[in-house]
């Protein structure tokens, strides 16, 4: 079974598993296929992988045991805290999410400036420099977009601030690329290259280690996503 359109890849294997969990296929307790299996079966990389299990589990639906692979829970009697995503393709609700990710990931900028190593500065650039070449070459760079902001999240060294991103990341970044490059009033290459602008403004801030000024710059990125998906919203009278 292969997975199509590469900017959900995430979101349709985190449903396809949820399904086979839901239906019986990996009851309590059962072991999910190992990560080369998955890639295998549902020809995606290993990291649309990583992020469905990162996403189950935040979900409350598996857990993991290091190096030995995921595992489904049983279920509890209070639901975990779990973003439907079928109520994403609502511009409100997007709106919600991402002003959820703006009081998480302000405060994850500062504490990376303060805690960043080298490794993740390195991690960041990367990811930068991936994000420009993919805007040159016409192409998606949606996934890539995906890493910057999650290496800042490994950089604060707080697992839990990581893995709540892995979740709201992967549920969310995709969605909000697509409306706000649908709202935006300039080309989308060059509405890319402003937003990549605004990524590198965030990494010298951590480089720095200036957390004001990382913590500045994480929202008026965050910021102004939401507030162009506002003004649309609004010029359709609350609707949509």
Do not use: C
Request: no cysteine.
């Amino acid at each position: 079974m292969s997975l199509q359109r590469r900017e959900t890849l995430t979101s349709q294997l985190v449903t396809a598993l949820r399904a086979r969990i839901e239906g019986g296929e990996f009851p309590p307790g059962a072991k999910l296929p190992s990560e080369h299996e998955l890639i295998e079966s549902f020809g995606v990389s290993r990291t649309v992988v990583r992020e469905a299990v990162a996403t189950l589990k935040a979900g409350g639906l598996v857990a993991t045991r290091q190096g030995v692979g995921a595992f489904v829970q049983a279920p509890t009697a209070a639901p975990p805290f779990r973003i439907d995503e079928a109520d994403l393709g609502v511009v409100y609700e997007v709106m919600s999410v991402l002003e959820l990710r703006i009081g998480i990931e302000t405060e994850a900028a500062a504490l990376a400036a303060q805690r960043r190593k080298d490794t993740h500065l390195a991690a960041m650039r990367d990811a930068l420099e991936r994000i420009a070449a993919a805007v040159e070459a016409g192409e998606d760079a949606v996934s890539h977009d995906l890493d910057f902001h999650r290496a800042i999240a490994e950089s604060t060294g707080n697992r839990y601030m990581l893995e709540l991103f892995q979740y709201l990341g992967s549920v969310l970044i995709p969605r909000t690329h697509v409306q706000t490059f649908r709202l935006a009033s300039e080309p989308r290459e060059a509405y890319l290259r402003r937003i990549n602008d605004e990524h590198w403004g965030l990494f010298d801030a951590i480089l720095r280690q200036d957390g004001d000024a990382a913590r500045a710059a994480m929202r008026l990125h965050l910021t102004g996503s939401r507030e162009r998906l506002r003004a649309y919203w609004e010029a359709k009278g609350g609707q949509g």
